[in-house]
């Protein structure tokens, strides 16, 4: 694969904070990845390392950005492994443990031992477990309409003009629109999606459902009009108002044993991440 330039880590973590950090409907968390996979690609010309040692270290670097940003070693490593290095081995597991761990503690150390989502789960019944299966055919098929949703903005946008300038400000009017409208779908949108987990806004199923899809307009043209930032984070809050909102719709009907909603937000997540990473 292509080893990623030194100027990347600049312009991508100053684009991504100017998009998030002015409303774009995106997330940090692609950026700092790239970020992390581009100081290992830098460490790995360095030291003159041939081309599989290079991505391995992309993946190094990769796996301590995720564990770090969500204060969570395991996803650090699943997500690298999975994704990145795409290998499952001795050699592979035990570096990308030492680098997931070390960015964890030094990101508690600065920012203190918090979680990114909480959420208490009694338990599920057969009847949640078998719903899950249609839940997770449901973000698979979302995934897809987002995935592709994301080429057509930026299809759309490089009709509009060729000029960067004008495309970004007519992204940023657009997006800036739709959060008037409903600001909750501006920036990551990680605190709608925590209450989502806990049932603290206690939102309506009308409410839910139209959440979900001005975040997923609001992402496509945050990022097709040149926009930095990544899918991950959307995937994550667009996912949980799936899953919410198809656990309210189970309460509708005349099902026993059925788990909280909140229960189902959590699986929407994994589903949509695991369909637009295609890594689950």
Known sequence: ???????????????????????GSTGLEGPIVSIGGAVGSALGRWMEMNERHKKLLVGYGAAGAVAGIFNAPLTGLIFSLEIIIGEWTY?????????????????????????AFYQEIAGFSITSLLACFVLGALTGVISILFARSLQLWEKIFSKISETFWIRAA??????????????????????????????????????????????????????????????????????SGVGLAFGMFLHLLPLDGVAEDAAFALAGMAGMVAGVMHGP
Do not use: D, W
């Not at 080893?3 to 880590?9: A, G, H, P, Q």
């Not at 990308?96 to 031992?113: D, K, P, Q």
């Open 91 to 115: 050699l592979t597991i035990l570096p990308t443990i030492i680098a997931a761990v070390s960015a964890t503690e030094i990101s508690r150390f600065i920012m203190g031992n918090k979680i």
């Open 1 to 23: 694969s292509e080893i990623l330039r030194r100027r990347m880590i600049h312009s991508r973590f100053l684009g991504s904070l100017l998009t998030v950090g002015t409303g």
């Open 170 to 239: 007519t992204g940023g009017l657009t997006v800036g629109a739709l959060g008037f409208f409903m600001p909750e779908v501006l920036s990551e949108g990680y605190e709608v999606t925590q209450s989502f987990l806990t049932n603290t806004l206690r939102p309506e199923l009308g409410f839910v459902l139209l959440f979900v899809l001005i975040k997923f307009l609001a992402c496509g043209i945050t990022l097709g009009s040149g926009g930095i930032g990544g899918v991950f984070a959307p995937s994550l809050v667009i996912g």
